[in-house]
Nanobody, 118 residues
Framework: QVQLVESGGGLVQPGGSLRLSCAAS????????MDWYRQAPGKQREFVAR???????SYADSVKGRFTISRDNAKNRCDLQMNSLKPEDTAVYYC????????????WGQGTQVTVSS
């Protein structure tokens, strides 16, 4: 029902910054909240950040103070500003969308690769 495309990943040095973007298409009016997840090599996918329709946010403890999630008023884009990046942030980052009932209305896409290395 909703298609999401992640972009903005790349290779950065420790301490550097990246800004990831998630563009939504389809029935974007159904989106209530959007999230970022990540999956590192050999590890399970984990929650990173979430932003709700009213603007409230949630973050994983591992990224608090370093990452900031935002969205535009039309709910068709969600960005993740990542600062003070660490090697342990290396992962494929995915975005998701949920409706008012908190049901996921997007499927897992290809994600965008973030590599933090010197």
């Amino acid at each position: 029902q909703v298609q999401l495309v992640e972009s903005g990943g790349g290779l950065v040095q420790p301490g550097g910054s990246l800004r990831l973007s998630c563009a939504a298409s389809g029935r974007v009016s159904s989106i209530y909240q959007m999230d970022w997840y990540r999956q590192a090599p050999g590890k399970q996918r984990e929650f990173v950040a979430r932003i709700r329709s009213g603007g409230s946010t949630s973050y994983a403890d591992s990224v608090k103070g370093r990452f900031t999630i935002s969205r535009d008023n039309a709910k068709n884009r969600c960005d993740l500003q990542m600062n003070s990046l660490k090697p342990e942030d290396t992962a494929v980052y995915y975005c998701t969308a949920e409706d008012k009932s908190l049901l996921r209305i997007s499927s897992w896409g290809q994600g965008t690769q973030v590599t933090v290395s010197s």
